[in-house]
């Protein structure tokens, strides 16, 4: 019997844009979604927007439009997500968020997108100078912060995954980063897609990591029995 793997988004699941992207990544599992919004109604979710000054995160709702988080208000529903996976009677949960969070209370293993990002990238990243995608320009002093003791300062330039036709300005965004000396680039949300990735290189001329793609293959190698 497969291993079940569960897919927790700071979202909205089912996760329609990433899942059946990774999923073949992820091997021999069977999956299991859950979102840390799933439970909420519009209202509660509004009550979740940031502050100014705030720690930023996007995402995005079940019907495809983005929503922006406060960090430190969307956690007690994040934990919740990942309680309710466990009790579904995942094996691990993969946390598919690229945001830093603290560890939760848990009983199974639990693969936060973050971590798996930062350090297979800085084993990637080595030597380069390293350029970041971020969605929002009011993440990009949070992703130097996140980046710096990985790749050391990174060059960052903003454009969001979470709207129509975003192939070209996540492609802009990773050539502006080459025009400013970036030799390596990191599309750093789990909601950037191959396609998006393959625009950005055609664009900058040089390699692109793709968050999801990096993080599945890791993830993969715990998940699996």
């Known amino acids: 019997m497969p291993a079940r793997l569960g897919v927790v988004t700071i979202g909205q699941a089912p996760r329609t844009d990433m899942v059946p992207e ?48 406060s960090h430190a208000r969307l956690e007690p529903h994040l934990r919740q997500a ?16 690229t945001g830093t969070f603290a560890d939760f209370p848990r009983q199974r293993p639990l693969l936060p997108a973050e971590r798996l990002l930062v350090h297979g990238a800085q084993a990637i990243t080595g030597g380069l100078r390293v350029g970041v995608v971020c969605p929002e320009p009011d993440q990009a002093a949070m992703s ?16 969001t995954p979470y709207r129509a036709e975003p192939d070209q300005p996540v492609a802009d965004a990773a050539a502006r ?3 400013r000396g970036a030799e390596i680039v990191v599309l750093d949300c789990m909601g950037y897609s191959a396609s998006m990735r393959s ?8 390699p692109v990591v793709l968050a999801r793609s990096l993080v599945a293959r890791l993830a993969a190698e715990v998940a699996q029995r």
Do not use: M, N, Q
């Open 82 to 97: 990942v309680l309710r996976a466990e009790a579904d009677g995942v094996d691990a949960t993969l946390l598919v968020c």
């Open 177 to 179: 980063l080459a025009d």
């Open 22 to 69: 990774i999923r073949p990544l992820l091997g021999a599992v069977d999956v299991v979604e859950h979102g840390a919004l799933d439970l909420l109604s519009a209202s509660e979710i509004a009550d979740l927007a940031p502050e100014p000054g705030a720690e930023l995160l996007v995402s995005r709702l079940r019907d495809g439009s983005a929503v922006r988080l």
């Open 199 to 206: 625009a950005a290189v055609r664009a900058a001329g040089i």
């Open 144 to 159: 130097v912060e996140k980046w710096l003791p990985h790749t050391g300062t990174p060059l960052v330039e903003a454009a």
